[in-house]
T-cell receptor, first 112, second 113 residues
Framework: DVKVTQSSRYLVKRTGEKVFLECVQD?????MFWYRQDPGLGLRLIYF???????EKGDIPEGYSVSREKKERFSLILESASTNQTSMYLC???????????FGSGTRLTVV | QKEVEQNSGPLSVPEGAIASLNCTYS??????FFWYRQYSGKSPELIMS????GDKEDGRFTAQLNKASQYVSLLIRDSQPSDSATYLC?????????????FGKGTKLSVKP
């Protein structure tokens, strides 16, 4: 089975901190995605990447950046964390565009 | 703006009954359709995918797709308390060449023993 691993299950950070969320997949998948999930708002796409060093903005990229230096790793960066970035962050990957996502276990980030 | 709509629920069914979950989408060019199950506090898990009109069955789950009506549904037969979760409908539109999915907000299902 494909495994998508997010490095932290729970994180608490202070306002203004730079935050790194890491995601690693072990099946040589091309495409990787970062979503956030909030009650009443559902899953919203932040950024995605279809190749090493390639990135595309999703629906809500403001306040975030990403890095994909290696195929298996896709990092989400909160440049200066704010309380409205408190959320569940989900990483996903797919082998090709025809398939459904495999999600990581999620990181619940609280910004205080 | 491409949209995927689901009734938020909660949908409550007795154990052993059929649960019917519905989803509509706005992009007529959508190509691929998925159902995810999400338990509280957990990440979504893919349970069904469907790509062409008609029914697709997998165990107790049946996905139904009607592209003309822009409608996709999920039937769960012989519902069990362990099926209690939020079910997310996801759609890959015509422009989703890089694979990105658009998700509905989910329907919460409660199966009562």
């Amino acid at each position: 089975d494909v495994k998508v691993t997010q490095s932290s299950r729970y994180l608490v950070k202070r306002t203004g901190e730079k935050v790194f969320l890491e995601c690693v997949q072990d099946m040589d998948h091309e495409n990787m995605f970062w979503y956030r999930q909030d009650p009443g708002l559902g899953l919203r796409l932040i950024y995605f990447s279809y190749d090493v060093k390639m990135k595309e903005k999703g629906d809500i990229p403001e306040g975030y950046s990403v890095s994909r230096e290696k195929k298996e790793r896709f990092s989400l960066i909160l440049e200066s964390a704010s309380t409205n970035q408190t959320s569940m962050y989900l990483c996903a990957s797919i082998r090709t565009a025809n398939y459904g996502y495999t999600f990581g276990s999620g990181t619940r980030l609280t910004v205080v | 703006q491409k949209e995927v709509e689901q009734n938020s629920g909660p949908l409550s069914v007795p154990e052993g009954a059929i649960a019917s979950l519905n989803c509509t989408y706005s992009d007529r060019g959508s190509q691929s359709f998925f159902w995810y199950r999400q338990y509280s506090g957990k990440s979504p898990e893919l349970i069904m995918s469907i790509y062409s009109n008609g029914d697709k069955e997998d165990g107790r789950f049946t996905a139904q797709l009607n592209k003309a009506s822009q409608y996709v549904s999920l039937l769960i037969r012989d519902s069990q308390p362990s099926d209690s979760a939020t079910y997310l409908c996801a759609v890959r539109g015509y422009g989703g060449s890089q694979g990105n999915l658009i998700f509905g907000k989910g329907t919460k299902l409660s199966v009562k023993p």
